[in-house]
């Protein structure tokens, strides 16, 4: 039997490599340790700091080592509770949400525990597959278009749900979108929020660029499917604060099975999430006056600097929709298609292996993100620039963020852009 079972896992992660996001920052480390020129927009990290009452709040705990709860920090759960109450009109409560070291983790446990077929929109974010391949879950990719404006159509979900209509299913939902940067409308919410409804369908609401909703007005899917949809969140775009690892589920009260189904796997594996990080995102999910300006200011640089970056990929011939929040841009070059099969170039990943050798601009395929490798895709993060300076420099005021500021203080993205419409033209 354990012979089996040995197989059974190697059948299921054979194949997997790194994750594509961190294999990119991998290669771009080693070009620039040996010299090389490298602009770096394949790693979605925010370039922005740690808000500074978050950081003092870290030093001021920094001398808690004690185990905390599995299910989180009683006060952090109340501030998740409260912050999406205020923000998504949602009636939670602190019994309601569960901390993690990152929401990947938490991802990977709700696979783990729920056993469902899950069902995944393309593009989609690099971990989505390959966690559910680890675990062995049925995946149904649900492949939009560029004339959709890469958005899920509740005829899309329909159509994967009458096959079988009672089987269980998760669909995972993220938006604003990594990685085209775009995002539903309510309308659009409310609509497939029907659709789920009707068939059952638990929706995963990755939530985690919300607060980067270009004009601050993110609204979630919870809002109208408040019994069915878990909402995803945490530190590490909107707060800059990545590598903290925090993360956070909040359910609705009649899926508390499963939050405690997820502790009890959270127990016997991570057990617990950092206490100092912990006690320092009470401060972050309190939203101070100081973090509002701090959003803001992000928000008003990342809009403008998407134009710039619509802008320079027009001019290099890519089909790309705009960008509606957070810090990527997913263009189609497939209208220079004839072009680049000159030049021995006929799918995403030759395209970005080129573009790097040839000028130094690290882009991840669409391959990565579940197209097909012949579609000439791919995915740019707009934020190789230096955030700590530009926050600095805008005293927090959004009045001084306007287009020549974020030129100035945003050079390398443009600079790589150009070099992108240059080498394709």
């Known amino acids: ?67 905390l709860d599995v299910h989180g920090l009683q006060e952090l759960r109340e501030a998740v509770a409260g912050y999406h109450n205020r923000r998504h009109g949602l009636s939670s409560a602190a019994q309601d949400v569960l901390v993690g070291p990152g929401s990947k983790e938490l991802m990977f446990l709700l696979q783990l525990v729920y056993y469902g077929e899950v069902l995944i929109p393309t593009p989609a974010w690099v971990s989505y597959a390959p966690q559910a391949s680890i675990i062995g879950r049925r ?49 659009e919410l409310r609509s497939l929020a029907q659709t789920a409804r009707r068939f059952g369908v638990l929706v995963l609401s990755d939530e985690i660029y919300g607060e980067l909703h270009f004009q601050g007005a993110h609204v979630s899917i919870a809002r109208f499917y408040p019994e069915g949809t878990i909402l995803s969140s945490g530190l590490s775009k909107w707060c800059g604060a990545g590598g903290w690892r925090l993360g956070t589920f909040t ?59 619509q802008q320079r990929l027009n001019r290099a011939g890519a089909r790309v929709t705009p960008c509606q929040g957070g810090f990527y841009s997913f263009p189609d070059l497939g209208d220079r298609r004839a072009a680049l099969a000159a030049r021995g170039i006929t799918t995403s990943p030759e395209l970005c292996t080129s573009l790097l050798q040839q000028t130094g601009v690290a882009t991840l395929p669409g ?59």
């Open 139 to 187: 995946i149904h990719f649900l492949h939009t278009t560029f004339e959709e404006g890469w958005r899920l159509t509740p005829e899309h979900l329909e159509r994967a749900c009458q096959e079988d209509p009672g089987r269980p299913r998760l669909l995972v939902l993220n938006y604003p979108d990594n990685p085209t940067g775009m995002t539903y409308t309510p309308d």
């Open 367 to 425: 391959r990565d993100f579940g197209r097909s490798p012949e579609e000439l895709s791919l995915r740019l993060a707009f934020v190789d620039f230096n955030g700590t300076w530009a926050m600095a420099q805008s005293d927090l005021e959004v009045t001084r963020v306007d287009a020549a500021f974020v030129r100035e203080h945003a050079g390398r993205v443009l600079t790589a852009l150009d070099r992108l419409a240059d080498w394709v033209g």
């Open 251 to 309: 359910y609705p009260r009649d899926l508390a099975w499963l939050r405690q189904a997820m502790a009890a796997a959270a127990s016997e594996t991570y057990t617990t999430t950092s206490a100092p990080v912990q006690w320092a995102a009470v401060t972050a999910f309190e939203v101070g006056t100081d973090i509002e300006r701090y959003l803001s200011v992000s928000r008003a640089f990342l809009r403008l600097l998407a134009d710039e970056v």
């Open 1 to 67: 039997m354990q012979k089996n079972l040995d197989v059974q896992l190697n059948l299921n992660v054979r194949g997997l490599g790194c994750s594509a996001t961190l294999a990119i920052n991998q290669l771009c480390r080693e070009r620039e340790l040996r010299g090389e020129q490298v602009y770096k927009l394949g790693l979605g990290q925010s370039p922005f700091p740690v808000p500074l009452s978050v950081v003092e709040a870290l030093q001021a705990n920094a001398w808690r080592k004690g185990y």
